[in-house]
């Protein structure tokens, strides 16, 4: 449980009143839970398209990007946020520096890095480039060229 | 030809500047060794036997002088003085050193090259037909198409870091010279019966250990919706493939495993949510313009009062190297490197810059590379055919191997990979010794050999008439052979003969399969419809016997 304690200890302090939960107990007790100010931490492997119904009665979402060469987080990102039009939070943890500009443009709306990364100029690897070649979850400050 | 803008220059900038910083904070210890690899390989540069090898990549193959010059220049001041060219249409310098990758990848940027996504799982270099645009019979050029769906999944966010690597091939001609049904994607372009352009979809195509033939998962996607059907099969793959078991990531494992029809239907079930977005169209005024910069440089030609010369040794040359152009006037010449005892596709720098001189003397300052590792020059005037194999002999570079035996295709092999085997390049030159005479390999004619030196199946050795593939037994080097692979008609995976044959042995199995070969062939028949009309027997069992 040491990674849920990590994410209430970081949000704590801007999301005191979000009742934080997990995927599988979202999906198992979704009928026994509160419905007011949920956060839901969902994992890689989860399948968020079992929670596209119910985006209304989420504040904010939780998106593990711990593992680097896993990229499944990045199509969670996107569906939520272009798909489903989710207009919560969704917040990339143990984010890796060198890849901030693809959490970003998924639709990562804020993200916590992990502590080895402290000390670095995150602007350098959230905003690397000038042009982007495609349509995403978010192009803001990139020239499109497609 | 084609050439990008300033802004996809700068773009090129913006990516080594950030590849510089990742590398100075690794080599401070900063960023620890398997993320740096993950980085490293999206940039083309990978940890070899001996050194760090970059590979490079020469987009739908397509090369002007000026870039092969740039090449040659990298391969003085970065390497050995010499490059590789691959099957999959990049070159590759084997000798880099890692504190110089930064400005070598500026000098390459300056004429518009790069090594983004040459490696690594995401989307790879996309390859075309070198000769897109130069038969007749095809479809459209593949090349206008081929930038444009480069441009997009250039560091596409959502999909970068897949499961495993992702190769895409495009065809437009009517023989498949892109092998694109042993890729993880191929695009056939099509017609509709409405006449409408558009796309075959073949996906789950791959070579390795576990060869398999792509499964179509829709026979036509209009031009236009072409971008969002690739986004929800890449999707699919991304969210589904396999991630736990490292011989299993590929999207072929996905397709095997669902089914071709089940893995259809969940792209198709996602494509539905997409497909009337504006902005996931191909952008029809772009490829207007792409294909105004890749129309071909040249008008027909009357050469009515133009006679062949005649010379013997130019006619062999002739026979096997030149191709006849859709243009009036003008040939198709294809150029081998193969040189005995060297690996098939290493160009020295210096031939790199006598090949960059003579295209733009005689082809338009154009040049192709291919999966065979061969270079094309695309526009020669026939009445220069002559003049340029004159120059070519002159610097050694008239070989008239292709489309004969002695062309073969050779991965490094253990001499240089730190994957392989077995070693390729020592059997490739066995082969060519033993078959050393013109005469006898005219008389063979059109029949490839392929050498992989382990399961990667770099060489391609499945889809060869003679496939011999590197391993280890024993702690001794043995090949197994398989027979009667092709791309260029159909997709076959050639079979397996039987059991592995010992290094020693090896060429005497070639030559005798080649002799059962001639022995049952009628008229000019191909080694694969031989095969198919008298088995796998007759050359088993005079391999075994």
């Known amino acids: 449980m040491s990674e849920i304690l990590q994410i209430e200890s970081i949000l704590n302090k801007d999301y005191e009143s979000v009742n934080l939960v997990l995927f599988q107990e979202w999906i198992e007790s979704f009928d026994k839970l509160s419905k007011l100010a949920v956060g839901i931490i969902v994992g890689p492997s989860d399948d968020v398209s079992l929670i596209k119904d119910e985006l209304d009665f989420i504040k904010l979402i939780v998106l593990d990007f711990n593992n680097f060469d896993d990229g499944r987080g990045y199509s969670q990102a996107y569906l939520l946020s272009k798909r489903w039009q989710f207009t919560g939070e969704i917040i990339g943890i143990n984010a890796h520096l060198d890849q901030l500009q693809f959490m970003i443009r998924s639709g990562v709306t804020s993200y916590v890095l992990l502590d080895s990364y402290v000390g670095v100029n995150e602007e350098d690897y959230a905003n690397g480039f000038s042009i982007c070649y495609q349509e995403a979850a978010n192009n803001s400050g990139l020239q499109k060229k497609y | ?226 971008l969002s059907y690739l986004e929800s099969t890449m999707r699919v793959y991304n969210l ?176 240089y990979c730190d994957l392989a085997k077995a070693v390729s390049i020592p059997i490739a030159t066995r082969v060519q010794e033993r078959f050393n005479d013109m005469k006898t390999l005219l008389d063979i004619g059109d029949l490839n050999i392929n050498i992989s030196g382990c399961e990667n199946s770099c060489a391609h050795h499945h889809i060869a008439d003679i496939g011999l593939l590197g391993m280890q037994k024993n702690g001794e080097e043995y090949y197994q052979i398989t027979l009667a692979g092709e791309t260029l008609h159909e997709t076959v995976i050639g079979k397996k003969l039987g059991p592995s044959v010992s290094g020693e042995n090896i060429i005497d199995a070639v030559e005798i399969i080649v002799n059962v070969y001639l022995k049952n062939r009628i008229d000019q028949e191909r080694f694969t419809d031989v095969f198919k009309r008298i088995g796998i027997a007759p050359f088993k069992e005079k391999v075994y016997e």
């Not at chain 2, 499961?163 to 437009?172: D, L, Q, R, T, W």
């Not at chain 2, 996931?280 to 010369?309: M, R, T, Y």
């Not at chain 2, 006619?315 to 040939?331: D, E, L, P, Q, T």
């Open chain 2, 240 to 415: 589904k493939g396999r991630r736990d078991h490292q011989k299993k990531l590929r999207i072929k494992f996905l397709v095997r495993e669902l089914g071709a029809d089940e893995f259809s239907r969940l792209v198709d079930e996602d494509w539905q949510q997409t497909k009337n977005d504006p902005n996931l169209k191909l952008n029809l005024v772009e490829l207007e313009q792409l294909k105004k910069d890749f129309a071909l440089p040249i008008k027909s030609i009357n050469l009515g009062g133009f006679e062949e010369k005649v010379d013997f040794n130019y006619s062999i040359w002739k026979k096997n190297n030149v191709r006849s152009h859709k243009i009036n006037g003008f040939s198709i010449v294809n150029i081998s490197l193969t040189k005995l005892g060297a690996a098939p596709g290493d160009a020295t720098s210096e031939q790199m810059r006598i090949l960059a001189d003579l295209a733009e003397k005689y082809s338009a300052s154009e040049l192709r590379t291919t999966k065979r590792q061969t270079i094309v020059f695309p526009y020669v005037r026939k009445d220069q055919v002559y003049d340029l194999w004159q120059s070519l002999e002159k610097y050694g570079l008239a070989s008239p191997h292709q489309g004969t035996l002695a062309q073969i295709v050779a991965c490094p092999g253990r001499d």
């Open chain 2, 1 to 226: 030809m084609y050439q990008y803008s300033p802004e996809d220059s700068n773009f090129l900038v913006e990516r080594v500047n950030q590849f510089e910083k990742q590398l100075k904070r690794h080599l401070a210890g900063d960023l620890d060794d398997a993320k740096f690899r993950s980085l490293r390989l999206r940039n083309g540069l990978y940890m070899e036997l001996h050194a760090h090898m970059l590979r490079v990549a020469i987009p739908y193959g397509t090369l002007s002088s000026t870039q092969l010059r740039s090449l040659a220049d990298v391969a003085d001041k970065y390497d050995r003085g010499f490059g590789h060219f691959t099957t999959r249409q990049n070159i590759q310098f084997n000798w880099i050193e890692l504190p110089e990758i930064a400005n070598l990848l500026r000098d390459l940027s300056d004429e518009g090259l790069h090594a983004i996504q040459t490696s690594g799982k995401a989307t790879r270099n996309i390859t075309a037909d070198p000769l897109s645009g130069l038969t007749d019979g095809e479809i459209e050029d593949a090349r206008p198409y081929c930038e444009l769906i480069r441009r997009w999944f250039n560091l596409h966010p959502e999909f970068s870091w897949l499961p495993g690597k992702f190769k895409i091939a495009i065809n437009g001609a009517k023989l498949d010279e892109t092998a694109l049904r042993i890729h993880d994607l191929g695009l056939r372009l099509v017609r509709n019966s409405e006449d409408q352009l558009g796309f075959s979809v073949f996906v789950g195509g791959g070579l390795g250990a576990a060869a398999m033939i792509a499964a179509e998962t829709a026979s036509f996607v209009k031009v236009e919706d072409i």
